[in-house]
């Protein structure tokens, strides 16, 4: 009797031990879902994330707009409570690194926010060869990164697992330039292009060429400069002379800034100016005035758009900064919305189940509802905006548009 009433309690014990681990190893596979804790895992105070971001050098107006939107996002989340993990409520703790819009700074920066700060997971500055060069980094890391502020896709053909962009890349962006300039009336036919001397500049310039050939359109000026060029006649009377009604270009913001001064120097006023990237923050109306106005961006966002939680970003935003929310804040914003709730479903702060949470994000956030491709880009609709009265406003594509577009541009003196 006394044999078998002591058997049983230690047979019953080894089956409900069996089943536990049963239930654990369920628990495991199901979180990315689920949002359950995984076993055992000792939780931080804070969640330690980390950005490395242009607030010096060449990409400095841009680098501003990326780090504003992630700190608002973050203290927004903080304020709700911070990220549920497994349960517990944890905030997030930002740490925001300077790399002088230089790309070995940016690889450096990247190092240490892993060796020094144990980062969970990466945030991207702005500019294609600054996010170029960290990918590579975060890659090596295995530290999921997510990244705004740069449409080439040349990035995400290296089989790179841990980026991840909810941003347009080159091939959206040259698609909608025509779609919009398909619309025009009158419709322009001769089209320049400025192509700065980088991977980016050269990828969306042959973009826009193919594109331009597949609808009727006419290539009169295709130029070439280096960033950081102070004199670009050569690129400008060309064309000028060639009578471009169009002119297409991805300058940094100063290079922008240079080239709209030079072209109103030497009078060539084309009917429409898309200089992606250097108008699209507020800085290029206080620089440039009545002259900045008529030129169009593809930032990515404008805070008009019909999104959940826009308009409410919006208004903190400019509580906080003293300003109205930017262009390229709102895909920064996004980015720390689709982190936090990556981090919430893995139930986990080990990266590569962040990895695998972030590429199956399916959710709405202040630039729309947003999934990832396999290769890391993001399924999110591409916006142009335009300058009209000093403000930039929304005018493609057409079921988010606040204003028509104003075309054909006015001269410089009646502007």
Request: overall charge negative; proline content about 6%; hydrophobic content about 40%.
């Amino acid at each position: 009797m006394k044999a078998g009433y002591r058997t049983w309690p230690i047979r019953l014990l080894g089956i409900l031990l069996i089943a536990l681990m049963v239930l654990s190893a369920c628990s495991r596979e199901s979180l990315p879902e689920t949002g359950g804790q995984s076993s055992g895992e000792q939780l931080p105070d804070a969640i330690n994330i980390g950005a490395v971001i242009p607030l010096t050098g060449r990409y400095a107006a841009g680098g501003e707009q990326v780090k504003n939107g992630y700190e608002l996002a973050v203290e927004d989340i903080n304020q709700a409570g911070g990220v549920n993990v497994g349960g517990q409520q944890i905030p997030l703790q930002l740490t925001i690194l300077d790399d002088a819009s230089d790309p070995t700074q940016t690889v450096q920066r990247f190092e240490t926010l892993n060796t020094d700060n144990q980062v969970v997971a990466y945030l991207g500055g702005f500019g294609s060869d600054l996010h170029a060069a960290a990918a590579g980094v975060a890659e090596k890391n295995k530290i999921p990164y997510i990244g705004v502020a740069f449409a080439l896709q040349k990035v995400h053909e290296q089989g790179f697992r841990y980026l991840f962009s909810p941003f347009p890349k080159s091939p959206a962006l040259a698609v909608t330039t025509f779609d919009m300039l398909d619309s025009l009336s009158p419709k322009p036919s001769k089209i320049a292009i400025f192509a700065e001397k980088t991977d980016w500049g050269a990828e969306l310039g042959n973009l826009w060429k193919d594109e331009a050939a597949k609808r009727g359109y006419t290539i009169v000026a295709d130029e070439e400069y280096a960033p950081g060029s102070t004199d670009f006649s050569s690129i400008i009377l060309p064309a000028k002379d060639a009578g471009a009604e169009v002119v297409l270009a991805v300058p940094n913001p100063p290079d922008g800034l240079a080239l709209i001064k030079q072209m109103k120097e030497v009078d060539f006023n084309p009917g429409l100016t898309i200089f992606i990237r250097a108008s699209d923050g507020l800085s290029w109306g206080t620089n440039l005035g009545n002259d900045g106005n008529f030129v169009m961006n593809m930032p990515g966002w404008n805070s008009a758009v019909n999104f959940s939680g826009v308009q409410e970003m919006a208004q903190r935003y400019q509580a906080k900064f003293g300003k109205p929310a930017e262009a390229t804040s709102g895909p920064a914003y996004a980015a720390v919305q689709i982190l936090a709730d990556a981090i919430s479903r893995a139930g986990s702060l080990d990266r590569e189940k962040i990895r695998d949470a972030i590429a199956a994000a399916d959710m709405d956030t202040v630039i729309g509802h947003v999934k990832f491709n396999p290769d890391g880009t993001g399924q999110v609709i591409a916006v142009i905006n335009q300058w009209q009265d000093g403000k930039q406003v929304l005018v493609w594509p057409p079921d988010q548009a606040t204003n028509a577009i104003a075309y054909p541009a006015a001269s410089w003196l009646e502007r």
